[in-house]
């Protein structure tokens, strides 16, 4: 199950997964978009369903996990990926786009992930991964709210793998740094908006990118998928950032 699926990185993730025989639950709010994810997937092959879903709304997410359960069978991968960016000085910033910020980013990884655990746990097993952000741990100017509730994210989701792994269950995170998406060229004033982000800029104190590229959604759907896997089945509670060194190790 992956929310955020209809594009960027949710969807680069489903159609990974998918390519790897994994039978695909793809939500998000954008209806047209997931059904296009799923149609697509169905199309290739895959066992797939596209879901329209407000990761705030614990009643309706409830009722999707219930359809998953039934339509492809015990849900054994949650990826929380749906998210929003809302940019702005911290003294203009309003209430809403800070509650709502927090709304989805936050507490919809709270919501989505309480109700998949809930039908984890009679199975003991499974795996949760969360799309953080390196922005978690290096402060960004007008990015407050957005790194904030990254933040929050990625210690719930710590903690709900220190609660879960008596049963088996492993939690992770998975932060990339600057990532070719339409929330990335959202921030762009033009097309050399990439390379302002290869490059860094002393004036917004972002040291650049070392490794001299900007990822592809790819690039973090590869990370997960290996996170989701046996291949880290002793890896629980860890932070894994894909930035291509933007945040030095941080």
């Given amino acids: ?48 369903i596209g879901m329209q879903a407000d990761v705030r709304d614990s009643a309706g997410i409830a009722a999707i996990v219930d359809r998953v359960e ?26 809403q786009d800070w509650d709502y910020t927090f709304a989805v980013n936050t507490t919809g990884v709270f919501i989505v992930s309480r109700a998949v655990v809930r039908q984890m746990l009679p199975r003991r097993s499974g795996v949760i991964v969360t799309i953080g952000s390196n922005a978690a741990a ?3 100017l007008s990015m407050a709210a957005y790194a904030a509730s990254k933040a929050a994210a990625t210690h719930f989701t710590k903690c709900l793998g220190l609660e879960l792994a008596a049963y088996g269950i492993r939690c992770n995170v998975v932060s990339p740094g600057s990532t070719d998406t339409p929330m990335q060229r959202a921030l762009w004033a033009d097309a050399s908006g990439s390379h ?10 972002r040291v650049g990118i070392p490794l001299g590229r900007i990822a592809n959604a790819e690039d973090i759907a590869d990370a997960v998928l290996f996170l989701a896997s046996d291949n880290a089945r002793h890896i629980t509670m860890h932070n894994l950032c894909v930035d291509g060194g933007a945040t030095l190790g941080t």
Wanted: with cysteine; proline share 1%.
């Fill in 1 to 48: 199950m992956v929310t955020g699926a209809a594009q960027g990185i949710g969807e680069a993730i489903a159609r990974r997964f998918a390519l790897h025989g994994a039978a695909i639950a793809a939500v998000d709010r954008n209806e047209e978009g997931v059904e296009r994810v799923a149609g697509e997937l169905r199309a290739s092959g895959s066992r797939a």
């Fill in 70 to 95: 039934r339509e492809l069978g015990g849900i054994g991968v949650l990826i929380n990926c749906a998210a929003v960016l809302r940019t702005g000085a911290i003294a203009s910033f309003g209430d």
């Fill in 138 to 140: 290096v402060p960004r």
């Fill in 196 to 205: 302002f982000a290869v490059s860094g800029s002393l004036e917004s104190f």
